[in-house]
């Protein structure tokens, strides 16, 4: 059978919120800080308002009626830099794919269809933060290492 994509909407927000606690489980050692409940209430939440004010671009791969993979892209807007005139920056996050439908395409065909979004957008650079599972995949579509990048958490 044959995948068929739709860009995600407000509508979506439980069904994207169910598979990022489910790749969460799958890749976090940390425990974490919050009940599981907190955690799904936060991440709804969060896709709710994000997509609803346009700051959040998802696309959802079904096979029939199976939601078999999702995907993600934050937009930021960041000052211009010489390298990047419009300050518009894309983040790929939430980018999984359930174990059954594995080792098919899909995180390929589903970052076709981000890549294409974020030009839309004038996005000139996406960043992500790859899993060792991901980061093969990520360097084969073309993106390079980051040196330099550091973070405070705070």
């Given at each position: 059978m044959a995948f068929s994509f739709?860009?995600?909407?407000?509508?979506?927000?439980?069904?994207?919120?169910?598979?990022?606690?489910?790749?969460?489980?799958?890749?976090?050692?940390?425990?974490?800080?919050?009940?599981?409940?907190?955690?799904?209430?936060?991440?709804?939440?969060?896709?709710?308002?994000?997509?609803?004010?346009?700051?959040?671009?998802?696309?959802?791969?079904?096979?029939?009626d199976q939601a078999a993979a999702?995907?993600?892209?934050?937009?930021?807007?960041?000052?211009?830099?010489?390298?990047?005139?419009?300050?518009?920056?894309?983040?790929?996050?939430?980018?999984?794919?359930?174990?059954?439908?594995?080792?098919?395409?899909?995180?390929?065909?589903?970052?076709?269809?981000?890549?294409?979004?974020?030009?839309?957008?004038?996005?000139?650079r996406l960043c992500l933060n790859?899993?060792?599972?991901?980061?093969?995949?990520?360097?084969?579509?073309?993106?390079?290492?980051?040196?330099?990048?550091?973070?405070?958490?705070?």
């Open positions: 739709r860009r995600a909407g407000v509508d979506d927000a439980e069904l994207l919120t169910v598979m990022r606690l489910e790749m969460r489980k799958e890749r976090e050692t940390a425990v974490c800080p919050v009940s599981e409940e907190e955690f799904f209430r936060c991440n709804l939440a969060f896709f709710r308002t994000q997509i609803a004010a346009g700051n959040f671009i998802a696309f959802i791969a079904y096979e029939g999702c995907s993600g892209l934050s937009l930021e807007i960041h000052p211009p830099t010489y390298g990047n005139m419009s300050g518009k920056l894309g983040y790929v996050t939430n980018m999984y794919t359930r174990p059954a439908w594995r080792r098919r395409g899909l995180a390929v065909m589903l970052l076709d269809r981000l890549v294409e979004a974020a030009r839309e957008e004038g996005c000139r790859a899993s060792a599972m991901g980061r093969p995949v990520y360097l084969r579509y073309g993106f390079s290492p980051l040196d330099g990048e550091m973070a405070l958490d705070l």
